[in-house]
């Protein structure tokens, strides 16, 4: 029998879903371990568009961690995306299938890529062939809430991050070091 230390790693597909704040961080959170473990991790972040304090760290002291982002600073509304919210998506879809299937990383991470589907800028069926067909030995994670059912029953880990309460709510909102 082949030992552990030889077996090829069956890569996950994890979900980071829910309406409280902790998704996205999560994501980065995984990806600094991932990257401790000597991981090469690339993430993809769909619809936003602002400097993470995340990746303004990893320009500076984090090696092997790989960042695309395809949204614009502007708030994408659901009822109200522009042309442009969909092809940037699209791109978005486009670079996420050429680096899962690169064999260039070992951990690909979609941040709110979910939202992107429930805003109708890519499709579920998108998503799936997405999960579906990439090679069985890497990991990805797919965050943002309204997570769709049937991404939800593929995944081999699915965590919702549940709002009990917010600081927004009292009017604090959008620090950095915080939100961004
Ligand atoms: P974070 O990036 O802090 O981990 P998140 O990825 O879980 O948050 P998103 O759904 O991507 O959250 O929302 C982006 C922004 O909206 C975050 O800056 C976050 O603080 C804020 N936010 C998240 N949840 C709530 C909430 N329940 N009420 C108000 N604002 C929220
Ligand atoms: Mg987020």
Redesign the pocket.
């Known amino acids: 029998m082949e030992s552990t230390a030889t077996m090829a790693k069956r890569g996950l597909v994890m979900v980071i879903t829910g309406?409280?704040?902790?998704?996205?961080?999560?994501a980065f959170g995984q990806a600094l371990r991932a990257i401790g473990q000597g991981y090469r991790v690339c993430m993809i972040q769909f619809m936003k568009g602002r400097k993470y304090g995340e990746v303004l760290a990893a320009e500076k002291y984090l090696p092997n961690f790989t960042y695309y982002q395809f949204g614009l600073d502007s708030f994408v509304m659901r009822d109200n995306t522009a042309p442009v919210d969909i092809d940037l998506a699209k791109l978005g879809l486009e670079k996420a299938k050429e680096v899962i299937n690169s064999g260039e990383f070992d951990m690909v991470i979609l941040d709110?890529i979910n939202v992107a589907v429930d805003f109708n800028l890519i499709t579920k069926a998108e998503v799936l062939q997405l999960v579906r067909s990439k090679p069985s030995d890497v990991d990805i994670m797919l965050?943002?809430?309204y997570a769709f059912e049937e991404l939800k029953e593929l995944a081999d880990m699915v965590s919702e991050?549940k709002?009990i309460k917010?600081h927004?709510a009292a009017g604090i909102k959008d620090r950095a070091g915080i939100?961004?």
């Open positions: 309406n409280g704040k902790g998704k996205t961080t999560s709110e965050t943002g809430r991050v709002e917010h927004y939100e961004y």
